[in-house]
């Protein structure tokens, strides 16, 4: 369902519905259900290029898709530039965080 979802994401730039916040989050987490992190971690970086607000949902999105991919050192990367951003965190995003680790066995 993840395909079909980011294909819908991806026909926005065709319509007159702008992407946001909202939107690109929607995606993300998407591709974090459907374990596809690298899907994930393009949407997060196109944020920042678009210049559209990444908040505590989408950093939390993006990090346990990371950890679900055993991609641990993104997802730490990640928990870093939360803190760097200035988004607040919270028990969600360090649970994501530990989890990225125990699930690549990096303890």
């Known amino acids: 369902q993840w395909v079909q979802a980011l294909q819908l994401f991806r026909e926005m730039a065709g319509s007159r519905v702008e992407k946001d916040t909202i939107t690109f989050n929607a995606a993300v987490s ?47 990367q990640l928990f870093r530039e939360m803190a760097d951003s200035h988004v607040e965190s919270d028990t969600i995003m360090y649970s994501a965080a530990v989890r990225a680790c125990e699930q690549a066995q990096q303890w």
């Not at 459907?34 to 950093?59: D, H, K």
């Not at 999105?61 to 997802?75: D, I, N, R």
């Open 30 to 76: 998407v591709c974090e259900k459907g374990e596809q992190w690298v899907q994930a971690l393009q949407l997060f970086r196109e944020m920042a290029g678009s210049r559209v607000e990444r908040n505590t949902i989408t950093f939390n999105a993006v990090v346990s898709a990371c950890g679900k991919g055993e991609q641990w050192m993104q997802a730490v």
